[in-house]
T-cell receptor, first 112, second 110 residues
Framework: DVKVTQSSRYLVKRTGEKVFLECVQD?????MFWYRQDPGLGLRLIYF???????EKGDIPEGYSVSREKKERFSLILESASTNQTSMYLC???????????FGQGTRLTVV | RKEVEQDPGPFNVPEGATVAFNCTYS??????FFWYRQDCRKEPKLLMS???SGNEDGRFTAQLNRASQYISLLIRDSKLSDSATYLC???????????FGTGTSLTVIP
């Protein structure tokens, strides 16, 4: 079974803090994604990566950056956390284009 | 215009009922289609892929209508355990992006 693991289930951070969300997948998938999920808005793509050190902006990249130094790990960075970044963050991976995505368990981030 | 749109519901149906969800997509060149299921406070999980010829998995049937640009999910003989949010997902021609509908909430009532 594919396993996508996010480092934390719940996080509480203060406004202005730099926040790191880590995601690791164990199936050698090429593609990795970061989404945020908010009530009424569904899942929105923040960034994705199709290869090591490659990254592409999604629909809502502002206030975020990513890092993919190794194939199995994709990190999401909130440079200076703000209260409007309180959300559920979901990491996903897929083996190639047009195949299904597998999700991590999600990180519920609260910025106070 | 959203890439993927679906009726948010909620759908409240009795056990044993048949329920159908539709989802429309805006890009006619979309390549891959999926239905995901998401339980409360959990991550989305693949329910089934949607093929051009339609496909069935037990009580679940998925259909794709390219001409009208919609996909559907039919659940027969609903069980209490089917209560969840069902997400429609479309993969765009660029291949590396998935677009999600906002989800349709289903509650199966005893």
């Amino acid at each position: 079974d594919v396993k996508v693991t996010q480092s934390s289930r719940y996080l509480v951070k203060r406004t202005g803090e730099k926040v790191f969300l880590e995601c690791v997948q164990d199936m050698d998938h090429e593609n990795m994604f970061w989404y945020r999920q908010d009530p009424g808005l569904g899942l929105r793509l923040i960034y994705f990566s199709y290869d090591v050190k490659m990254k592409e902006k999604g629909d809502i990249p502002e206030g975020y950056s990513v890092s993919r130094e190794k194939k199995e790990r994709f990190s999401l960075i909130l440079e200076s956390a703000s209260t409007n970044q309180t959300s559920m963050y979901l990491c996903a991976s897929s083996v190639q284009a047009n195949t299904e995505a597998f999700f991590g368990q999600g990180t519920r981030l609260t910025v106070v | 215009r959203k890439e993927v749109e679906q009726d948010p519901g909620p759908f409240n149906v009795p056990e044993g009922a048949t329920v159908a969800f539709n989802c429309t997509y805006s890009n006619s060149a979309s390549q891959s289609f999926f239905w995901y299921r998401q339980d409360c406070r959990k991550e989305p999980k693949l329910l089934m892929s949607v093929y051009s010829s339609g496909n069935e998995d037990g009580r679940f049937t998925a259909q794709l209508n390219r001409a009208s640009q919609y996909i559907s999910l039919l659940i027969r003989d609903s069980k209490l355990s089917d209560s969840a949010t069902y997400l429609c997902v479309v993969n765009l021609p660029t291949g590396n992006q998935f677009y999600f509908g906002t989800g349709t909430s289903l509650t199966v009532i005893p």
